[in-house]
């Protein structure tokens, strides 16, 4: 899929940032652009924080237009508010968490952005995520509760939703929670592991990063002047892949964004033995792969722990792959198309062949999947899970259309 000029714009911006763009290709598509659509485009990818330094580089500055970078800056100036607010925040539910002795480790949001971006306006953030044991999930819900957060079940069920508090628990893997405040809403996700798959599905079976304790292992980092617990940033760095890739299925480019800041400006803080050791399986390589080299058409870097993407992901066919994976970026997750794009994609994304056909089988034949969409039992019956599925997809797109 050919990418509008708006987007082809963005991205020689982002390349700018790590002196990878091609100036007179920026020239051409600055003439060509409607300023509507890049400022809207701007604001659905939430880049106004990356975009507001790039606008501020010598060569770039004179060829924005003045009401662009006032737009970027304004945003960014949010951006570090909202950030401040949920970092302040998440520290004080931190410190409830050990009051109750209820193992936590805070993850994504705002320790990344204080590792990689060491500043509150570049990368725009809009919950927490901490990470608990499944055994602890009662008392951990019983905790949140009483700091103000509710269970937004009016939300969910406008969102088509079907989950109860505790279904979603069960079937999905995370907690959900809402705090309405004077300044924003605050989000708060409890996860009960971190690729998101239902206990004992299939996938679990083809990505082994659950396996893991990941209590056994964490760091600490200083917030706010407070000491809370995050993954260690190899771990960090591979969550980010996983969450990026599987997850999001390469849609959206601020999670790519963060994977070249890591590559570009913090390689040498990473334990690269550690990472080829401890993330050995094919299919959790190619994920590397297929993140490295999109980095590296971005950043110019090319070389990953010392070795090229190739190292990682060797194949015949992966150039032909990688058009396929490369040409969401700019798209997003939400809606019945790009949900079944989602999908085709996460069952083209395994190494291994026969863990292809397990993920097929997941998605449009055992009802697993339809399953933990909706909180059903899952059936047995092909046609029933398939047309099921088609059914929630075209549902969800009326009711976003409405």
Request: net charge neutral; charged share 30%; hydrophobic share 40%.
């Amino acid at each position: 899929m050919a990418m509008a000029k708006e987007e082809q714009l963005i991205l020689e911006w982002v390349k700018c940032r790590y002196d990878n763009g091609d100036m007179s290709s920026l020239h051409s598509l600055m003439a060509k652009c409607d300023e509507q659509r890049i400022l809207q485009l701007i604001d659905s990818l939430r880049l106004s924080g990356v975009l507001f330094e790039v606008f501020q580089q010598p060569e770039i500055r004179p060829l924005i237009p003045k009401t662009w970078r006032d737009h970027v800056e304004e945003d960014m100036k949010r951006i570090a508010l909202e950030n401040q607010m949920l970092e302040m925040q998440g520290v004080s539910l931190i410190r409830e968490f050990e009051k109750e002795e209820i193992p936590v480790i805070w993850f994504k949001g705002n320790p990344n952005i204080d590792w990689i971006y060491q500043n509150y306006t570049v990368r725009s953030t809009s919950d927490l995520d901490f990470l608990i044991r499944r055994q602890d999930r009662k008392r951990a819900a019983e905790l949140v509760k009483r700091q103000g957060f509710k269970y937004p079940q009016k939300t969910m069920d406008t969102r088509g939703v079907v989950f109860s508090e505790e279904e979603l628990a069960e079937w999905a893997h995370e907690m959900h929670y809402l705090k309405e405040t004077p300044v924003l809403p605050l989000n708060l996700d409890l996860h009960l592991d971190l690729t998101g798959f239902p206990q004992g599905s299939i996938p679990k079976s083809i990505y082994h990063l659950d396996d893991r304790d990941w209590f056994a292992a964490c760091d600490k980092k200083e917030l706010r002047g407070e000491s809370v617990p995050v993954l260690r940033k190899e771990d960090a760095w591979i969550q980010m892949i996983v969450h990026f890739s599987i997850h999001h299925s390469f849609c959206g480019m601020k999670w790519l964004i963060d994977l070249c800041e890591v590559a570009a400006f913090h390689q040498e803080s990473l334990d690269w033995t550690y990472l080829r050791k401890e993330y050995d399986h094919p299919n959790e390589r190619k994920l590397m792969g297929i993140c490295f080299r999109m980095v590296e058409e971005i950043t110019g870097v090319d070389s990953f722990g010392g070795k090229p993407w190739q190292y990682y992901w060797e194949s015949s066919r992966a150039e032909m792959e990688y058009r396929i994976y490369r040409s969401f970026s700019f798209e997003h997750n939400k809606g019945w198309r790009a949900k079944i794009q989602g999908r085709l994609v996460k069952i083209l994304m395994p190494r291994i062949a026969r863990d292809r056909w397990k993920m097929f089988v997941y998605y449009f034949v055992s009802g697993e999947a339809f399953a933990q969409r909706t909180g059903r039992e899952p059936g047995g019956n092909f046609f029933l899970n398939f047309f099921s599925l088609m059914k929630l997809f075209v549902k969800d797109h009326k009711n976003r259309r409405n």
